[in-house]
């Protein structure tokens, strides 16, 4: 009878998993479909003939591959400034004694809490006054904004975790603040550091109304912007290469997950353990 029961369990999860991964599955098939089995009725579940002609096209007749450097730029950057902000502002908060240091960390949560469409039409009028319209720039000051309150966040859930005394002990055996920061507070946070930057890198990667509406111009469009605009109008949509660039845009996101995946579970767990 246990093992009935564990067989109709996991037959329950795997086709929870096959219901939830269908639509990424059929992405990937779609993508490798001849345009002419794209609209067959009754729809071809597998292609009759692979093809990879529609991802040569992608690369070759359209600007993806400036949009991808684009979102790279944009990810890259805005995970850099965040994680590093987030890491030097969450130490302030764990270790240093001064008024109103609760206070500040409660209004950086209610920050969080608002939804962050208030904040375009501010932080666009900001941007035209500061002349950064139409710029990467931007992009990224406006990620971050809505970004390091939750990193900032998660990164003092990490530093209550580490005991003050290893510091102290650094310090008093002659290293620096900053050295005992680096030799000892660093290595330690590196778990919650990764997680944190996965989580702002994917939502710069996915963020799609900012980038609507700061950015205009082709030359600075991300992914997610620029591959709207390029393939799906008011007549047509381009299915076989909005697929194929779909799975583009997913490739550098598994890549991440497949190899830090390891960091990811244990920064959350360690996140969660405080003393």
């Not at 003939?49 to 070759?60: A, D, I, K």
């Not at 969080?112 to 035209?128: A, E, K, R």
């Not at 507070?185 to 989580?199: E, K, N, V």
């Not at 299915?239 to 598994?254: D, K, N, Y």
Request: proline share 6%.
């Amino acid at each position: 009878m246990p093992l009935l029961r564990k067989a109709a369990l996991s037959l329950f999860v795997w086709i929870v998993v096959l219901l939830v991964s269908f639509p990424l599955i059929w992405m990937v098939i779609t993508s490798v479909k001849p345009q002419t089995e794209l609209f067959r009725i009754p729809p071809t579940w597998l292609p009759e003939t692979v093809t990879f002609e529609h991802y040569w096209t992608l690369l070759s007749e359209t600007p993806f591959l400036l949009y991808f450097r684009n979102s790279v730029i944009l990810s890259t950057a805005t995970t850099i400034f965040v994680v590093a902000l987030a890491t030097l502002g969450a130490y302030s908060l764990v270790r240093f004694r001064y008024r109103g240091r609760e206070t500040l960390a409660m209004l950086v949560l209610f920050t969080y809490l608002l939804p962050s469409v208030v904040l375009i039409i501010p932080l666009y009028l900001m941007m035209v006054s500061l002349g950064l319209s139409n710029t990467l720039i931007s992009l990224v000051l406006a990620y971050t904004t809505f970004a390091l309150p939750y990193a900032l966040w998660l990164m003092r859930s990490f530093m209550e975790g580490v005991p003050p005394d290893l510091e102290a002990a650094a310090m008093v055996d002659g290293a620096s603040r900053m050295g005992a920061f680096r030799d000892i507070i660093f290595p330690q946070l590196l778990p919650g550091i990764i997680s944190t930057a996965l989580f702002t890198f994917i939502l710069a990667w996915n963020e799609y109304l900012y980038a609507l509406v700061l950015v205009n111009s082709d030359s600075s469009r991300p992914l997610t912007t620029g591959v709207m605009s390029m393939l799906i109008s008011a007549f047509n949509i381009e299915w076989s290469l909005l697929m194929a660039a779909s799975v583009m845009m997913s490739v550098p996101l598994i890549i991440i997950f497949a190899f830090l995946q390891s960091y990811l579970t244990s920064g959350f767990g360690g996140g969660a353990v405080k003393g």
